[in-house]
Each structure stands twice: as structure tokens, then as C-alpha cells.
């Protein structure tokens, strides 16, 4: 039986240390920006310029795909909380992850309404509006 696993609070700050991440409001709000961009605007469909991501690709890999694509959702909501998001707000990105993930479980299917609910680009706004609130310094005025 394996042993559990002890999660010292401090792990993220080691992690953090050793990948080079930083809590900065700025570098959070970059690495999110980035991560939501690959997983919903990876590439724009010529003809009807809608742009489409890992995250809806990921469909089309059953079950495994789905897996993926929702770790890396997660990795937004992460990202929140250690911005010290309220519990309500990580609660409605969960929300927002969950319903990607059980709406991706349909095979083959579940791409359709992957391609028009975002939940990353719905996830990315709240952290902005949040960011926006709380530190009006990281935000990027875009030409």
C-alpha cells in the first residue's frame, strides 16, 4: 500500500524557486494570458475566423484529452489562488472547469459546445477583473 503523500506548505515556494515562477501579480497575469491563448487561441479557422485551441482538440482524443485539457484549466485556477482569490471566485472557475470537463466527456461530440463555452477565456476574465481591482499596475493597455 503506497504511503500518503505530505504536502509541506511551502511546496509551491520551492517549486516556485526552481521552475523560475513568481507570484508578481504581472508574471501571474502573463503565464495566465499564456496559458489561456494555447488551450483557446491557438490557431483561427480560415473561413469562419473562429479561433480554436489544445482545448477543443483535446476532445478529440477520448477520455485522455479531456484529462489533459482540464489540468491545465486547473492550472489557471492555481494560479488564482495563490493570487488570494476569494473562495467564491475559485469556486465559479472550478464551476466553469467542471462543466468543460463533463461536457468534454461526450465522444466526439463534446467538441461542439467545448467550441463555444470557454471556460479559460471565462476564467482568464475574472483573474483580470480581479487583477484590475487589486493591482492596477499589471494591466496591459494593447494598442
Known amino acids: 500500500m503506497p504511503r500518503p503523500v505530505h ?3 511551502n511546496s509551491f515556494e520551492r517549486f516556485a524557486r526552481a521552475a523560475n515562477l513568481s507570484r508578481d501579480p504581472a508574471a501571474v497575469r502573463a503565464r ?3 496559458m489561456e491563448r494555447l488551450l483557446e487561441r491557438l490557431f483561427v479557422i480560415p473561413g469562419i475566423n473562429r479561433p480554436v485551441g489544445l482545448d477543443v482538440l483535446l476532445d ?3 477520455v485522455a484529452g479531456d484529462f489533459v485539457a482540464t489540468a491545465m484549466g486547473a492550472w489557471i485556477v492555481w494560479e488564482a489562488r495563490n493570487l488570494g ?25 463534446g467538441a ?8 479559460n477565456s ?9 487583477l484590475d481591482k487589486h493591482h492596477p499596475a499589471t494591466a496591459v493597455v494593447k494598442g
Open 32 to 34: 495566465v494570458e499564456g
Open 85 to 109: 482569490m476569494s473562495r467564491f471566485q475559485i469556486a465559479r472557475m472550478m464551476g466553469n472547469v467542471g462543466l468543460d470537463f463533463a461536457l468534454g466527456l461526450i465522444p466526439f461530440v
Open 122 to 130: 471565462r476564467n482568464l476574465r475574472i483573474i483580470k477583473r480581479h
Open 60 to 62: 478529440f482524443v477520448p
Open 7 to 9: 504536502i509541506d506548505p
Open 112 to 119: 461542439i459546445p467545448d467550441f463555444f463555452f470557454r471556460s
